[in-house]
T-cell receptor, first 117, second 115 residues
Framework: AQKITQTQPGMFVQEKEAVTLDCTYD???????LFWYKQPSSGEMIFLIY??????QNATEGRYSLNFQKARKSANLVISASQLGDSAMYFC??????????????FGKGTHLIIQP | DAMVIQNPRYQVTQFGKPVTLSCSQT?????MYWYQQKSSQAPKLLFH???????NEADTPDNFQSRRPNTSFCFLDIRSPGLGDAAMYLC??????????????FGPGTRLTVL
């Protein structure tokens, strides 16, 4: 079974500061994919970044980067230069296998990030 | 723009009255998922379709059913909604294949209220 743990229910961060959202995972699959999604109050899930278990480098997408530490089973999301529009729920998720399988995502409980001016 | 569409965005039903939520996609993805997200909780996978093959999660109640008449459409049927079924229902799609990863694209969700 897969499990995602997000230990920060809520965070307050000053605008323009960098923020790290924690995520640890547990799986018996040798290959897996890790995802971060943003969910604003409107409800839609917005894909941010992906890290495959065999990827040699940490993933980056604009202001988002993923600090992947495989031995520690952690996949923290780093947002640089936070903006007011970053205020939202952030979910870490995992899918077993990195190939063509159809398995759904297992989500963590989320972190509610609030950016303060 | 290619997208995932869910209708309606807000649905109110009565306790025990069957309700159907719909999802359509223009991405031509062969995998479609339904997730349930209760207030302040993580999304939870109910089931998914891989092409026409239906895959139910072990702990999904029998009260929840799904239909996929073609690639573009997928429906979630709740046969006898209870108060505990009030939630946001998220539809997602994904293209399976040899790509190293396949992002799931989510619709905007349908928020179900049960009176």
């Amino acid at each position: 079974a897969q499990k995602i743990t997000q230990t920060q229910p809520g965070m307050f961060v000053q605008e323009k500061e960098a923020v790290t959202l924690d995520c640890t995972y547990d799986t018996s699959d040798p290959s897996y994919g890790l995802f971060w999604y943003k969910q604003p109050s409107s409800g839609e899930m917005i894909f941010l970044i992906y890290q495959g278990s065999y990827d040699q480098q940490n993933a980056t997408e604009g202001r988002y980067s993923l600090n992947f530490q495989k031995a520690r089973k952690s996949a923290n999301l780093v947002i640089s230069a936070s903006q007011l529009g970053d205020s939202a729920m952030y979910f870490c998720a995992m899918r077993g296998g990195t190939g063509g399988g159809a398995d759904g995502l297992t989500f963590g409980k989320g972190t509610h990030l609030i950016i303060q001016p | 723009d290619a997208m995932v569409i869910q209708n309606p965005r807000y649905q109110v039903t009565q306790f025990g009255k069957p309700v159907t939520l719909s999802c359509s996609q223009t991405l031509n993805h062969n995998v479609m998922y339904w997730y349930q997200q209760k207030s302040s909780q993580a999304p939870k996978l109910l089931f998914h379709y891989y092409d026409k093959d239906f895959n139910n999660e072990a702990d999904t109640p029998d009260n929840f059913q799904s239909r996929r008449p073609n690639t573009s459409f997928c429906f979630l049927d709740i046969r006898s909604p209870g108060l505990g079924d009030a939630a946001m229902y998220l539809c997602a799609t994904r293209a399976s294949g040899p790509s190293s990863y396949n992002e799931q694209f989510f619709g905007p969700g349908t928020r179900l209220t049960v009176l």
